[in-house]
């Protein structure tokens, strides 16, 4: 069949080039004989092409490469032709004249297949143009700076989850203000509308034309719903899907050189389990000016949904890398905790991964500042306190004076309030006052009730009670002294004060 397709060919090619041999010099002819498109169609529509193009002076190529423009959508749309032989044409300008209006036809078409009909009653039909060239045909005769071609701004105003409507008056689609209105909503779901000479309409016109015309608006609120939530999974998956890294860390850790460090890198979405699931890793470290210790390391798994145009859900778990080793391997047990959360939809994906790595960063970094085996590497035990210095100035770095005291008289299983505590110190005296216990300075006879001495030695309480020696059992309206959880730790001189 090729071979005879060949034949053809060149059999069309001899017989053409004997019938026009007088019209054109041998190179034009050979020229035109030569054209690629033409050679495609096995010169069935070459001769039409000699026949109407002029053979006198220099061959004009603009002209013929038009000519064989229009031979080629003659081809393509020829079953939609009335007259379906070329050579029932005349000319070219015949040719051309139909060809047009099969375009048009097939354009039109073509458009309405780029444009959503959102809603149509009566005079009026709501729009959602899909493309540039759909925005300009829909968008005609109207001041909008997304029906300029080729300037972008269609693009601009339809990214992510924006939106974009054109309410058209069938029957007064001229220039006038209102003869067509738009309506933008924005990535965060806001609608703006604006009148057919691109002016914003005030709040009031807005008020009227929606009560004017609620069904349509509405139809095009729900429309946009249902758009932005398709939208909104389309952005999460891009957003799950955007490589970076992203760090938190604390300084001095422990009041060490060293600085804690989580680090967070991915996303890539698994598309083994389909939509909603992405991974990451996390690396968890201690660093100094002079070295880098690697303490853990988890595969991040994380389950997202959309939640409504402006927020998603998003359930963070942890699993433990087998193969991670080292004298610093510490395990932090993170596979027995993890992070439910709803987050805001940034302004593009890149973005919204980025927040969503530092929040897993910093949320990790929060929940093992204070895990006992980390405290260990750092500080040489578990059993450590911040101590407020700024404010309360106590560290009880040993085991003396007034803390020494409230410790001996725990240990003896005293019971008492702090009032009672100063007292037993002597730095309280207290009497019986009309049935009531009053209390005073010891080198002082003027009574009070309990409530005046409250403040007493109130700093010394709290950070007692912070470092955990000190805690308290309420009976009744009185806070009795009782241990605290790192009692025995101070005591043994095991607790730190950071």
């Known amino acids: ?226 758009y932005a939530g398709s939208m909104t999974d389309k952005f999460l998956t891009e957003t799950f899907d955007k490589m970076g890294e992203t760090s938190a860390n604390t300084l001095n850790y422990l009041r060490s050189s060293y600085a804690l460090l989580t680090l967070v890198r991915g996303f890539q979405n698994n598309s083994d389990l389909g939509f909603g699931h992405s991974e990451a890793r996390l690396s968890i470290s201690l660093t100094s000016d002079k070295e880098h210790k690697a303490i853990d390391e988890y595969q991040v798994f994380i389950t997202y949904k959309s939640k409504d145009e402006k927020t998603f859900t998003a359930s963070i778990g942890f699993s433990g890398e087998d193969e991670v080793g080292g004298e610093d391997f510490t395990d932090l047990g993170l596979e027995e905790w993890g992070i439910d959360v709803t987050y805001n939809i940034g302004t593009n994906p890149a973005h919204t991964a980025e927040g969503v790595r530092r929040h897993i960063a910093s949320r990790v970094l929060d929940h093992i500042v204070n895990n006992p085996k980390l405290v260990q590497k750092v500080s040489g035990t578990s059993r450590v306190w911040r101590a407020d210095r700024a404010n309360y100035g106590y560290t009880f770095g040993k085991n003396k004076g007034l803390i020494k005291k409230l410790v001996d008289y725990l240990d003896k299983g005293e019971i008492g309030t702090k009032l009672d505590f100063l007292e037993s110190l002597g730095k309280l005296k207290s009497k019986d006052v009309n049935g009531k216990k009053m209390y005073a300075h010891s080198s002082r006879d003027q009574y009070f009730p309990s409530s005046a001495f409250r403040g007493q030695f109130s700093s010394f309480f709290a950070s007692a009670k912070m470092a955990g020696i000190l805690n308290y059992r309420k009976i009744g309206k009185d806070y009795f002294l009782i241990k605290g959880p790192n009692f025995d730790a101070f005591k043994s001189g095991e607790l730190k004060a950071l």
């Open 1 to 226: 069949m090729k071979f005879m397709s060949i034949l053809l060919k060149e059999g069309r090619k001899e017989d053409l080039k004997k019938k026009y041999s007088t019209k054109f010099n041998e190179q034009d002819l050979e020229f035109i004989l030569n054209i690629s498109d033409l050679k495609d169609f096995n010169h069935k529509y070459t001769d039409f092409v000699l026949k109407h193009t002029d053979g006198d002076g220099e061959l004009d190529t603009d002209t013929l490469e038009y000519f064989v423009e229009l031979i080629k959508d003659f081809d393509k749309y020829q079953s939609q032709f009335p007259k379906k032989d070329i050579n029932q044409y005349v000319s070219f300008n015949e040719l051309e004249s139909v060809i047009n209006f099969v375009r048009t036809k097939n354009k039109d078409k073509e458009l309405e297949g780029q444009a959503k009909k959102i809603y149509e009653k009566g005079d009026f039909v709501v729009i959602q143009p899909k493309t540039e060239e759909a925005s300009c045909k829909y968008g005609s005769n109207t001041k909008w700076c997304v029906t300029s071609k080729g300037s972008g701004h269609f693009g601009r105003y339809t990214a992510g989850r924006q939106g974009l409507y054109f309410i058209i008056n069938k029957s007064k689609s001229t220039n006038k203000n209102y003869s067509k209105v738009a309506i933008h909503f924005d990535d965060g779901g806001e609608p703006r509308y604006w009148d057919a000479q691109d002016s914003p309409m005030s709040q009031r016109e807005i008020e009227i034309f929606e009560y004017a015309f609620d069904d349509m608006i509405q139809a095009i609120k729900d429309d946009y719903k249902k």
